[in-house]
């Protein structure tokens, strides 16, 4: 079995637990929020299922069209809905110049993206990650500025954040593909993205108490 | 060389005369069965045309071309339903499960004038393998269509959520039918298994109070 192997199917299995463990809040409360959150969860363990079963029934990437991009690009969506629903009208007005690093930080990245991938899947999956970014550097200067419980949206964002910029890390190393063993940082990226994703939920948990 | 536009039109006329016959209650039920057989049909030309210009070989065809095409195809007619006549949520969730069963129906059929029909425990076994896993991509879809299209601002990211979820199931099947030997057998399995799921969480979420509250704002709760 190889790194590459465990790394897909431990994320997988996390996301797929953090899916359920969702999906059960949902049960219990019925709030939106969980709903959206285990859309999120769902579609990117489903994509991660087929790019895992790809590789282990194949032993290679798919040649023609990564179906499993598209569950990844739907997760995204899901996520970038979810941000925009856990945000209030006031929240949505309000400006901070921190959120330009986002576009300064991202671009460039999406550039390179292109010049070594694909154009369509790149330009939206950067560009919804740049938007969903951009709503959680304003979210969590606002959430900053707020007292009491409502400070605690400032886990959500920076649940957000942490995955927007590991993801990013994770798409930057992939153009400089060194190796498939552990030396090759993109699988310690991975795994940190693994914790990353499970850690979002006890992080929203906070904000819909808030 | 299998005539399928033929087959087609063996299939749709009944149904078409039928229609007409049965009159205007029934316009809606029979019209989404010929759609779902339509779609089909068009969806075997374009996975063609697809497979000839990526120059893909079958099991690339099946398992990457052919879930993308299959369940945009599928999805046509309700975002045509959805966008011009705008139904009750119940009829979307409907729709769809009508169409996805007449796309089996009809893969089904070409599937027997290509390989016989001789052998009826495979017959049965791919009956109802593909023909649940054709049912289980309508239900994500309608489902989801039913929830998603009663909120606005959830139209756009929800309806391409739920086609990205049933690309993504349909082609996890194919790939497990595509690699053969045990992984088939899981694949004939895996739409059973999870269309007693969905059915197991509706039941128990029609049970709960705010089922159907369908709560909008997170921050008045």
Redesign the interface.
Known sequence: MTVELIDNFLQFLFTMAAGIWTGILF?R?????YLLLT?FY??FS??M??WT??IL??SYT???????E??W???F??L??LG???S?PDERKFQHPAVWLVPIICLPQMILYIIHGDILFNLIICGLTMVQGWYSVRGFFYAGMQSGRQRNMQYFHTAVLCIILLEYCLWTLSCFWISETLTNPYFWVDFLLTAALFALLPAMRKA?EA | MTYIENIFVCIAAPLLVATISMGKKYYSIFMFCIAGMGTCLLSAYINSFFAGVYNADLINATTQIAPVVEEIMKLLPLLFYLLVLEPKPGEIKNAMIIVAAGFATFENICCLTQSGAEQLSFLLIRGFGTGAMHIVCGAIAGYGLMYVWQRSWLKVPGTFGLLCASITYHAVYNLLIAHGSTSRYIAYGLPILTLAAGMTAHRMMKALPHYERGDSSLRSE
């Open positions: 049960y409360n019925g709030k939106q929020a859309c769902a579609t489903l994509g299922f087929h079963l790809n029934l194949f798919p040649q023609v069209f990564y179906v499993s598209l569950a690009i739907a997760s969506m899901f970038l809905t925009y629903t856990l209030t819909v």
